[in-house]
């Protein structure tokens, strides 16, 4: 089985700066993709950021400019690194993945547990 942890989340004032990072562990041939979502509190779970195996990334057009999203192939860990947050940003922040599992291109997809992000102003 796959599992993924995150980790980094905390509280920062409006202006500040974290790094999330999302480890993924078990069976891994290579990824697919990991993504980085947040859920407010009564809101809808968004997708933040994302990155393929290969590099490609996405941004919400609400973090562009501001938060930047890695992978570590090596590790098979992505990381999210987040400036000039925002009290907007406040949020509960899930890791998603995409993995394959083995040489024959089956595949694992699921969460992480997630992790706190409040940023005060």
């Known amino acids: 089985q796959v599992q993924l942890v995150e980790s980094g989340g905390g509280l920062v004032q409006a202006g500040g700066s974290l790094r999330l990072s999302c480890a993924a562990s078990?069976?891994?041939?290579?990824?697919?993709?990991m993504n980085w979502y947040r859920q407010a509190p009564g809101q809808e779970r968004v997708l933040v950021a994302g990155?393929?195996?290969?590099?490609?990334?996405d941004y919400a057009d609400s973090v562009k400019g501001r938060f930047t999203i890695s992978l570590d192939n090596a590790k098979n860990t992505v990381s999210l690194q987040m400036n000039s947050l925002k009290p907007e940003d406040t949020a509960v922040y899930y890791c998603?993945?995409?993995?394959?599992?083995?040489?024959?291109?089956?595949?694992?997809?699921?969460w992480g547990q997630g992790t706190q992000v409040t940023v005060s102003s």
């Open positions: 998603n993945a995409l993995i394959t599992i083995d040489e024959y291109a089956s595949t694992w997809h699921g």
């Open positions: 078990g069976s891994i041939f290579s990824i697919n993709d």
């Open positions: 990155i393929t195996g290969g590099g490609i990334t």
